[in-house]
């Protein structure tokens, strides 16, 4: 059972430059979070999905782009990278854990992102 | 609005002793989850303990308990038996089922510090 699992783990990009963030769980979740964390920061939603082929924007939606053409995968699009989208992003699903016999919130590992 | 409270900034123990994180949050909804997570140095989030609101009895996982007044709203954390590992972040988070949907609302985190 792999859970969330999140790639690139660290990139560098230029001001200017897109990237796409992967996210994939193995759980068969309906429910799919984007989040971002700053330095010392708790953590701020930029995108969530309740389902495939549904998305919705978080309280920081400006910048990126998400897409859920399946369950399993929901990438985060960056277009134009800025510094201040320095950042650890996190993808997270949350949905029924059968180990636990209950929900829960699974997060995949971060990926590092560095604007320069 | 639903919202999560860690009032705690940081906090810090020393090693073996006991320590207890706070944690009130505020919904007007009967069915929710509560969970704490630990967030170490390398950013990952790990699930340290959940809580379903419709059950009276604390949850408890090895040296981690507990507190669950629901009538106070009030969740708090306590970590037995300090040890240099517990030194994390640790967030408090609020789970509600919403219909075909869901919220997910972040405490701003504990900062707390084991020391030897």
């Known amino acids: 059972n792999a859970g969330v699992t999140q790639t690139p783990k660290f990139r560098i990009l230029k001001i200017g430059q897109s990237m796409t963030l992967q996210c994939a769980q193995d759980?068969?979740?309906?429910?799919m979070y984007w989040y971002r964390q700053d330095p010392g920061m708790g953590l701020k939603l930029i995108y969530y999905?309740?389902?495939?082929?549904?998305?919705d924007k978080g309280e920081v939606p400006n910048g990126y782009n998400v897409s859920r053409s399946t369950t399993e995968d929901f990438p985060l699009r960056l277009e134009l990278a800025a510094p201040s989208q320095t950042s650890v992003y996190f993808c997270?699903?949350?949905?029924?854990?059968?180990?636990?016999?209950?929900?829960?919130?699974?997060f995949g590992e971060g990926s590092w992102l560095t604007v320069v | 609005a639903q919202t999560v409270t860690q009032s705690q900034p940081e906090m810090s123990v020393q090693e073996a002793e006991t320590v207890t994180l706070s944690c009130t949050y505020d919904?007007?909804?009967?069915?929710?989850?509560l969970f704490w997570y630990k967030q170490p140095p390398s950013r990952q989030m790990i699930l340290v303990i959940r809580?379903?609101?419709?059950?009276?009895q604390n949850a408890t996982e090895n040296r981690f308990s507990v507190n669950f007044q629901k009538a106070a709203k009030s969740f708090s954390l306590k970590i037995s038996d300090s040890q240099l590992g517990d030194t994390a972040m640790y967030f408090c988070?609020?789970?509600?089922?919403?219909?075909?949907?869901?919220?997910?609302?972040f405490g701003k985190g504990t900062k707390l510090t084991v020391n030897p």
């Open positions: 999905s309740v389902g495939a082929g549904i998305t």
């Open positions: 809580q379903e609101a419709y059950k009276q």
């Open positions: 997270a699903s949350s949905g029924y854990d059968r180990e636990r016999a209950g929900n829960t919130i699974y």
């Open positions: 759980m068969n979740h309906n429910y």
């Open positions: 988070a609020l789970r509600i089922p919403q219909g075909g949907s869901e919220k997910l609302v």
């Open positions: 919904t007007s909804e009967s069915n929710y989850y």
